[in-house]
């Protein structure tokens, strides 16, 4: 054999696999559990993904997401957990309230959980201290039973004559006692009357609205709630029919049509879920990721629902606006 075809045959064996049985490392699968359902969701998904590209990880590519959706049935949330956990995935993200949070937590102690809760998460029993979570779980706190106060101040600028005002609380809920006091309070301190509306399933949810036009209450505050935001086009379409002028928690719910929203941004939430997911893959241990606090704020309002309500926002209400929607 010439020296020539000798070498070349040694190059071509060097491209040859190892073994024929060789293969590629498996790819990394994100658990994605929410209490909420996929349809009300995706622009808080496409905000998890950026989070995760921002890491490196892109869906698909070199990382896989296995969806579980609630779809605001709290009582799935244990089984949907636990299915991700023999699943053995690589990280569970447990978004949409505290409920998939505390799911996530009692389903392992092994995983690394990411969370994305309102109200206080040490108050909750998720994590140690905000400094130092400890054992396998971290993630993003956000504002929301803190600003149910400030909601019913903005409501009483709108509508300054509404002798009652209703709030609208999921009891199933975490954060439910906490918004019902800190409204109690801002309420006895301006003497204002407040009613309490009960809802969990959407038959309550009208029911709620029934009894509320039916007493001429002035307006209503929508508690902050997972099951409420996932089903947020049901209540913006029973606040349009018995001409009720509410304020909500999140965006999204003025973006459907509802009169305005006090509260902060969920897609910068789950960005932030995913940057930790990415940070978990490439090796951050959970008890070495403080759990990081979502403070930024959005007052959006909708003119169009308040001038078919025959409302007028005062200028300094409308002035402080971050969005004013047409």
Same mark, same amino acid.
């Given at each position: 054999?010439?020296?020539?075809? =000798? $070498?070349?045959?040694?190059?071509?064996?060097?491209?040859?696999?190892?073994?024929?049985?060789?293969?590629?490392?498996?790819?990394? &699968?994100?658990? =994605?559990?929410?209490?909420?359902?996929?349809?009300?969701?995706?622009?808080?998904?496409?905000?998890?993904?950026?989070?995760?590209?921002? /890491?490196?990880?892109?869906?698909?590519?070199?990382?896989? %997401? @296995? =969806?579980?959706?609630?779809?605001? @049935?709290? +009582?799935?949330?244990?089984?949907?957990?636990?299915?991700?956990?023999?699943?053995?995935? /690589?990280?569970?993200?447990?978004?949409?309230?505290?409920?998939?949070?505390?799911?996530?937590?009692?389903?392992?102690?092994?995983?690394? $959980?990411? !969370?994305?809760?309102?109200? +206080?998460? &040490?108050?909750?029993?998720?994590?140690?201290? !905000?400094?130092?979570?400890?054992?396998?779980?971290?993630?993003?706190?956000?504002?929301?039973?803190?600003?149910?106060?400030?909601?019913?101040?903005?409501?009483?600028? &709108?509508?300054?004559?509404?002798?009652?005002?209703?709030?609208?609380?999921?009891?199933?809920?975490?954060?439910?006692?906490?918004?019902?006091? +800190?409204?109690?309070?801002?309420?006895?301190?301006?003497?204002?009357?407040?009613?309490?509306?009960?809802?969990?399933?959407?038959?309550? %949810?009208?029911?709620? =609205?029934?009894?509320?036009?039916?007493?001429?209450?002035?307006?209503?505050? $929508?508690?902050?709630?997972? !099951?409420?935001?996932?089903?947020?086009?049901?209540?913006?379409?029973?606040?349009?029919?018995?001409?009720?002028?509410?304020?909500?928690?999140?965006?999204?719910?003025?973006?459907?049509?509802?009169?305005?929203?006090?509260?902060?941004?969920?897609? @910068?939430?789950?960005?932030?879920?995913?940057?930790?997911?990415?940070? %978990?893959?490439?090796?951050?241990?959970?008890?070495?990721?403080?759990?990081?606090?979502?403070?930024?704020?959005? !007052? $959006?309002?909708?003119?169009?629902?308040?001038?078919?309500?025959?409302?007028?926002?005062?200028?300094?209400?409308?002035?402080?606006?971050?969005?004013?929607?047409?």
């Amino acid at each position: 054999m010439r020296r020539r075809e =000798f $070498v070349s045959l040694l190059g071509g064996a060097a491209a040859w696999p190892l073994s024929a049985g060789a293969q590629q490392p498996a790819m990394p &699968v994100i658990g =994605f559990l929410s209490s909420a359902s996929a349809t009300e969701s995706a622009h808080m998904v496409a905000a998890f993904r950026q989070g995760l590209s921002e /890491t490196g990880h892109v869906d698909g590519q070199n990382v896989a %997401i @296995e =969806f579980r959706w609630a779809g605001g @049935e709290y +009582d799935r949330l244990p089984s949907l957990a636990a299915d991700l956990v023999r699943r053995q995935v /690589t990280v569970i993200t447990a978004v949409g309230g505290a409920m998939s949070a505390i799911a996530a937590k009692a389903a392992t102690t092994t995983i690394p $959980v990411v !969370f994305s809760t309102g109200g +206080d998460p &040490v108050q909750q029993g998720l994590v140690a201290s !905000f400094n130092r979570p400890g054992s396998n779980i971290t993630g993003v706190s956000v504002f929301t039973a803190a600003l149910a106060a400030k909601r019913l101040e903005i409501l009483r600028e &709108v509508v300054p004559k509404a002798d009652v005002i209703a709030l609208l609380v999921n009891p199933r809920g975490t954060a439910a006692e906490p918004q019902l006091r +800190d409204v109690q309070e801002a309420a006895r301190a301006v003497r204002q009357e407040v009613h309490m509306l009960y809802a969990s399933n959407e038959r309550e %949810i009208e029911t709620a =609205f029934a009894t509320l036009a039916q007493a001429r209450m002035g307006a209503l505050i $929508v508690a902050a709630d997972p !099951f409420f935001n996932s089903r947020r086009d049901l209540l913006v379409a029973l606040a349009a029919r018995h001409s009720i002028p509410a304020i909500y928690e999140w965006r999204e719910f003025a973006e459907a049509g509802g009169l305005m929203s006090y509260g902060t941004s969920l897609p @910068e939430a789950y960005r932030h879920v995913g940057l930790y997911a990415g940070r %978990i893959l490439k090796g951050a241990k959970p008890a070495d990721l403080p759990v990081l606090q979502s403070i930024k704020v959005e !007052f $959006v309002i909708s003119l169009k629902t308040a001038r078919a309500l025959g409302l007028t926002f005062p200028l300094p209400l409308s002035g402080r606006a971050d969005e004013v929607i047409e």
